[in-house]
Nanobody, 119 residues
Framework: QVQLVESGGGLVQPGGSLRVSCAAS????????MAWFRQAPGKQRELVAS???????NYADSVKGRFTISRDNAKNTVYLQMNSLKPEDTAVYYC?????????????WGQGTQVTVSS
């Protein structure tokens, strides 16, 4: 089985910065893609950013130029550096990983970490 554990959420003022991390553990053979999604109250979960094993990245238009996703393959960890935060970035941020284990390939999610942007 695979577990994703997030950390680093919290309260930050508009214009501030925050970094969230997500570490994957378990019977991992390979992690194809890691990503961050977010879900604000009353809204659907949306993709924020993703990164492949070869470090190819993709961003939602709303965060381009402000957020940076990166991963440490040796640590099976993905990071999301969030700069110039806006109140509309407030949401629960979920880590996602497309993982190949020794048995199968599947999608895994973290428990979520709250990010609140407010003065």
């Amino acid at each position: 089985q695979v577990q994703l554990v997030e950390s680093g959420g919290g309260l930050v003022q508009p214009g501030g910065s925050l970094r969230v991390s997500c570490a994957a553990s378990g019977s991992i053979l390979d992690i194809i893609t890691m990503a961050w999604f977010r879900q604000a109250p009353g809204k659907q979960r949306e993709l924020v950013a993703s990164v492949t094993g070869s470090s190819s990245t993709n961003y939602a238009d709303s965060v381009k130029g402000r957020f940076t996703i990166s991963r440490d393959n040796a640590k099976n960890t993905v990071y999301l550096q969030m700069n110039s935060l806006k109140p509309e970035d407030t949401a629960v941020y979920y880590c996602y990983a497309d993982v190949r284990t020794y048995r199968a390939r599947g999608d895994y999610w973290g428990q979520g970490t709250q990010v609140t942007v407010s003065s």
